[in-house]
């Protein structure tokens, strides 16, 4: 069953794939769900990096070479020891996915930071209930207290940790940190950050997030008929996630993200890395909102865009058999993005800020026919330089990953 379902992913033409998952996430629930979960089944190779948790706290996998053959404490102790975890939270409209869903682009991660930067990572991957099994806020509590298991249980410091989240996995992810960090923000959006007992993530990386109700945009209007999204499943993914009650979606502060106009800092990191399609409904509200968040000048933000459909860097299926190499680069690009968003994360303490210091970059695909145009066009770059010629050398200069915190798996792992 793995070689054919492979066979189907690896040859079927990317229109087919866009319009077969337009068809089963708009499906009645439980058909959609035993759907997208035979498409997305890990295989038997992919199976050994999984190790799946079940706790009152946590309910996801905790991902990395071999793990499924540690017993849950070795698990834990290999995620304490790690230089980097990646905390991700996956996306299906509230009512679709699981927490495995994603293993190629796992996997692609993991090998790229071991074998390229000598970086032990792990990947923490979130299951959280489902609509409209259970309705807001249960997604985002569950979410919460998973992010919680990682930092305070397990204890695991911010500066290690890179959040991420694709469709509505980003909206889970932001206000996963708006609660953590800012919680006044969920009844009024002018309300400080009140945590600082819990250090921020070092960054933050979301592909296509959801971060509004709202459907009239251009992007909207242009291509509802042909992305993945439609206003039918946006209709439906609202009335399931709010429980069929008669809540107005701008009272959601999940789906009221777009609202935010400044002081992203109250829960962003000072790090964002954004992707999204050329040709998916969410394009012009990603894109006001990441031009909210660069003029706010307290969040350094690069924004990719390549002429796919939504998700298309975590579905990978759409992307076409000429531009697959295309998602290897971009897997390259998420390395470094953590690299030097966890090494600037040791040398900026998150304390409650003085004042605003701008660094800020953002980049486009302006090429709309193209999908392998991956360089950042820089609008803002004051400190930028400064903050590359601190960050480049720090590991060579302070050795900071390892006798300090020992990786005894280290020799283990050190080919996959």
């Known amino acids: 069953m793995d070689s054919i379902r492979s066979v189907v992913k690896k040859s079927s033409p990317s229109d087919l794939v866009v319009a077969t998952i337009r068809k089963i996430i708009a499906m009645p629930p439980r058909a959609a769900r035993i759907a997208l979960k035979e498409m997305t089944k890990p295989s038997k190779k992919q199976r050994r990096w999984i190790k799946k948790v079940k706790s009152p706290e946590f309910k996801g996998a905790y991902i990395g070479y071999r793990m499924k053959y540690h017993s849950r404490k070795d698990a834990e102790k290999r995620i304490k020891d790690a230089d980097l975890v990646i905390f991700k939270i996956h996306g299906g409209g509230f009512r679709v996915g ?38 807001y806020p249960t997604p985002s509590l569950d979410c919460l207290s998973a992010y919680k298991h990682l930092v305070e249980t397990l204890g695991v410091p911010g500066s290690k940790i890179i959040i991420s989240g694709d469709s509505a996995g980003g909206a889970l992810a932001l206000e996963t940190l708006m609660r953590m960090y800012s919680p006044k923000m969920l009844e009024n959006l002018d309300a ?31 291509f509802n008929k042909t992305d993945i999204v439609s206003y039918q499943l946006a209709k439906l993914v609202i009335k399931e996630l709010l429980g069929g009650s008669s809540v107005n979606p701008d009272e959601v502060a999940i789906l009221r993200l777009s609202h935010v106009q400044d002081r992203f800092d109250r829960f962003l990191p000072n790090n964002a890395l954004v992707l999204m399609g050329d040709i998916e409904v969410m394009r012009d509200d990603i894109s006001n909102i990441v031009t909210n968040i660069k003029n706010g000048e307290c969040t350094n933000i690069e924004l990719y865009s390549e002429n796919y459909a939504h998700d298309w860097y975590f579905i990978r299926e759409i992307v076409k058999k000429a531009d697959k190499k295309m998602l290897f680069k971009y897997d390259e690009i998420f390395a470094e993005f953590s690299i030097k968003s966890i090494k600037e994360a040791l040398l900026v303490p998150d304390i409650p800020p003085v004042h605003s210091v701008k660094s800020t970059s953002i980049s486009f695909n302006s090429n709309q026919n193209s999908a392998s145009s991956t360089s950042p066009v820089i609008l803002s770059s004051d400190n930028n330089n400064l903050v590359n010629e601190l960050v480049t050398p720090l590991k060579e200069k302070t050795n900071l990953y390892d006798s300090a915190t020992p990786v005894p798996l280290a020799k283990s792992i050190a080919t996959f």
Not at 109 to 131: F, M, R, T
Not at 198 to 222: H, I, R
């Open 98 to 135: 699981h927490c495995t869903m994603y293993m190629s682009a796992f996997i692609s991660w993991l090998k790229i930071l071991k074998q390229k930067h000598d970086i032990n990572a792990v990947v923490v991957s979130v299951e959280y209930g489902l609509a409209p099994v259970v309705s």
């Open 192 to 222: 400080p950050r009140t945590n600082f007992s819990v250090q921020k993530p070092a960054g933050v990386f979301l592909s296509s997030p959801l971060v509004t109700a709202e459907t009239s945009s251009n992007s909207w209007k242009e």
